[in-house]
């Protein structure tokens, strides 16, 4: 057919089904926005939580056991004539389940997150992430794909507050909490009970502002000192990346092998700085543990804890990153720095991070070929990041924006961002020691 100028292609009408989403409104502005363009967009809601988020048509309710979920959503999918599958966390074990019977039923599934070039950015990739991720791993095609597109634009344009995103999380998990009987069957999937979480918040900052300054001075002493250090940041323990992606079963097994590593072949004049993550909850004594396993080690002195302080700052005079597989890796890689990886990550790419043995890494750590790592920035923004956040209206706007467009155009990881199969692997857990 012979297209004019001003013709309109249609695209065919498709179901989009939602599940869980962010504590955010983003999942139904983008549902707005596909309905806008011709499109059905159904959710199912395990909890209150999702009930408040969505407030929106197209809605049911699941309240049954997880025991029952396949055979529900199965049976929903085929009702309803589903052609694609969104949500957050693809590896919470609700989504596990819906994104099998997908497969299983030709339909595709994409996956909405936190952005890999944080803080003003979100993640849409087609099929899944990390592990799963059909991102590029090879250094050949990243470059391949990345040739022509331009240099990403690294201004922040949206800005959310801790308040906001502290609220939306509030508005999301407390009815959860005092309103449980009216989802009697739901399951939640973190570690920590919410109102735990909340009181381990509110201790943590109680005492930020004096840890923020203790932060600063410890940055400012190693970047005048011009001494030699490494960086470590923790991640959630929570986080999937590290509970369904890395080998760890937990961040303590990581931090014991990262210790015990540089305890045996760092420089003898080197030191290690673990920096905590800006939302963890505190409920674990990073610090105590820590310490102890540094002074059993005779590297007391060496090791030092960070609760506050800007990572780029303490990064940016360091001799390199270790980390499971935090996007703390992508800023070390933008400012030139060896990174090692001891999960898996979408950037472990040969020729990014350093693919010697850890023991090796801190002797010769080896920084990122320039060419590659600008091409892959270039390549992650145009294919699988939008701009946007999850916590403010100017940032939602944004985002909802452009996940619908890319999902009405099909343009999800395009151009030249889907490799099929996922060239990763989930790696093996280690067997958990009892006693």
Excluded at 43 to 62: E, H, K, P, S, T
Excluded at 124 to 140: T, V, Y
Aim: proline share 6%; charged share 20%; net charge positive.
């Amino acid at each position: 057919m012979q297209l004019t100028a001003g013709t309109t292609i249609q695209r065919p009408r498709r179901t989009f089904l939602f599940l869980q989403g962010p504590s955010s409104p983003i999942f139904a502005k983008i549902a707005t926005r596909l309905e806008a363009s011709g499109h059905a967009c159904l959710r199912i809601n395990l909890n209150v939580g999702d009930q408040i988020f969505w407030r929106r048509g197209g809605a049911r309710n699941y309240r049954g056991s997880i025991a029952s979920w396949t055979t529900y959503v199965e049976a929903f999918i085929r009702r309803h004539s589903v052609s694609d599958l969104v949500l957050l966390g693809e590896e919470r074990p609700y989504h596990q389940m819906a994104i099998a019977a997908a497969r299983k039923h030709g339909i595709e599934v994409f996956v909405v997150e936190m952005g890999y070039l944080r803080p003003d950015w979100l993640t849409l990739e087609r099929g899944g992430m990390s592990s799963n991720s059909h991102f590029p791993a090879d250094a050949k095609q990243i470059l391949v794909g990345a040739a022509g597109l331009p240099e990403p634009d690294w201004r922040r344009r949206h800005t959310q507050t801790f308040l906001a995103e502290a609220a939306y999380d509030l508005l999301y998990n407390l009815p959860n909490v005092f309103l449980w009987f009216l989802f009697p069957g739901y399951r939640r999937h973190a570690i920590f009970h919410p109102l735990a979480e909340y009181a381990g918040w509110v201790r943590r900052l109680a005492a930020s502002k004096r840890q923020r300054k203790a932060a600063d001075r410890l940055i400012g002493s190693l970047s005048s000192a011009n001494a030699s250090y490494f960086v470590y940041p923790l991640q959630l323990e929570t986080d999937f990346q590290l509970r369904a992606h890395s080998p760890f079963n937990s961040q303590k097994e990581a931090i014991a092998d990262i210790l015990a590593s540089f305890a045996r072949h760092a420089p003898a004049g080197s030191k290690l700085v673990i920096k905590v993550h800006p939302l963890d909850n505190g409920l674990i004594s990073w610090p105590r543990i820590i310490d102890g396993q540094a002074a059993a080690l005779g590297i007391g002195e060496r090791v030092f804890y960070l609760d506050g302080g800007n990572l780029d700052l303490l990064t940016d005079k360091s001799a390199g990153m270790v980390t499971v597989n935090s996007t703390a890796g992508l800023h070390a890689l933008k400012q030139g720095k060896p990174v090692k990886v001891l999960g898996r990550a979408v950037f472990d790419v040969a020729g990014l991070t350093d693919q010697q043995p850890l023991d090796a890494f801190w002797a010769a750590p080896q920084p990122p070929d320039p060419d590659l790592s600008a091409a892959m920035f270039r390549l992650m923004a145009a294919s699988i990041q939008v701009r946007g956040n999850f916590y403010s209206r100017a940032g939602t706007d944004a985002g909802a924006e452009a996940i619908a467009e890319r999902l009405h155009r099909n343009t999800v990881n395009e151009p030249g961002a889907f490799i099929d199969p996922p060239p990763r692997r989930k790696p093996e857990k280690r067997a958990i020691v009892s006693g």
